[in-house]
DNA sequence: GATGATTTGTACGTATGTATT
DNA sequence: GAATACATACGTACAAATCAT
């Protein structure tokens, strides 16, 4: 069960969110909220204070807490998954699976991914049927068969790979950069060779900590960013299409 | 003067750096901190939490608090100055304001800084010499003449206007894409014009939400990459020389 | 502008729940 | 199971900043 002052902070953020209390408005003083709740002064004060450091409201001392900010990002799952990430944000989604073959694993990929062979895939994705993504992922040996085994237009790998065999990603590393297209990148993203994508290299892992895979994903320019929003208090970040 | 529990945070945090409590020891428990301290024990979980929240130490109920890292892991600071960073970082940062006019504020900027006049900001920064970076920054009017008051070659603009006038960033978002440089991005980087740039658009706000800064940076490719660490708990998040 | 009420920030102390050792 | 230690929650008091009169 959740503590009290999350759900006093869950209650809040829900109100905040469905206009209760309206961007830009006050927010109750931490003495009616104690009396609403028949919560202490502090329980209150535990509660706003993570929505503070959401960015949610701001908070001086002496004034009423003001509120700031619009929605709020759900990080995790959506910078692994492209599929539930768009989807969430009501956009069609689609895929294929251009290539896919066993071969031995480089020094690098080795070193990253702890097994001597892996399995390369090759996938375009697709946002209301244009092509924005082209990912080149290498899977671990051990989890190769389990996708072997999914259709070529596998909406989402992540999701499938929970219901078939119930991996769960835990952890990942992300670098972002920008890089230019090379010929193949541009011919399948439908773009001018040496244009200017979006790169987001990404080794992902089990709760145990076992890598699972290590991907390169090479956004069109324009077609999506990634937004982060960061106080002295958390830093949640998500994908966002333009 | 500093509330007591930042005192005690600040000297907590100086034995972990200098080595009082090693990497991987086990703090003293918050009730022997409390009598060292003459301090309730609330009044030490608030320093604590700070250490928490730095990724200095970790906590687990039940269990005494372990030493976690050497270094701070300042990921708010990092992405919002490039100097703090780069230095943190062991990097020769440099810098020049190129431009610098007060203007009217464009509708959108209006709506992002709630002011009606603005301080348009070019500058140029580098690594080792060579350049990295251009910021177009554009300040909210009041605290414009605390920026123009800097000199050109100021190296850290959140270190100067804090030290200068208390300014503390203390939330912000951020837009992470890639474009193709333009004519004047070309040539102010020194790489081809249509070459691919690593595009971080943010927007900065003080503690109580008051937008001061909304910045459009472009980092040359293959200079710099945005790093990003993330579980289901944490989202640590850095800047990352390549 | 000054005063007093309001509101948040800091600090104390106590009690109980829950996970670890 | 017992002892320890962190997590949650309550209540009180005063300081500091803000706001309304």
């Known amino acids: 069960m959740a503590a009290r002052y999350e759900q006093i902070a869950a209650e809040l953020r829900d109100e905040i969110l469905t206009g209760v209390h309206p961007v830009g408005s006050q927010l109750p003083s931490e003495a009616e909220l104690a009396a609403r709740y028949s919560a202490a002064r502090g329980t209150v004060r535990q509660a706003v204070g993570i929505l503070a450091a959401e960015g949610l409201v701001g908070s001086r001392q002496g004034a009423r807490r003001i509120v700031l900010g619009g929605e709020r990002s759900q990080s995790f799952a959506e910078l692994h998954s492209f599929a539930q990430w768009a989807r969430s944000q009501g956009h069609v989604v689609g895929g294929e699976v251009l290539g896919q073959r066993r071969r031995k694993a480089g020094p690098a990929e080795s070193a990253k991914l702890g097994t001597a062979e892996v399995l390369e895939v090759l996938r375009l994705r697709t946002l209301e049927g244009e092509p924005v993504l082209l990912e080149r992922t290498v899977y671990a040996s051990w989890i190769a068969p389990a996708v072997e085994g999914l259709p070529r237009d596998c909406e989402s790998v992540t999701q499938a790979l929970y219901d078939g065999v119930g991996l769960v990603f835990a952890y990942g590393e992300h670098l972002i950069d920008a890089v230019s297209a090379s010929s193949e990148d541009a011919r399948l993203l439908g773009v001018r060779r040496g244009s200017p994508l979006l ?44």
Chains 1, 2 share one sequence.
């Open 199 to 242: 790169r987001q290299r990404r080794i992902t892992t089990t709760q145990e900590g076992r890598p699972v895979e290590w991907s390169d994903d090479r956004y069109r320019a324009g077609s999506v960013a990634f937004s982060i929003r960061n106080s002295i208090g958390a830093n949640p970040l998500a994908r966002l299409a333009l």
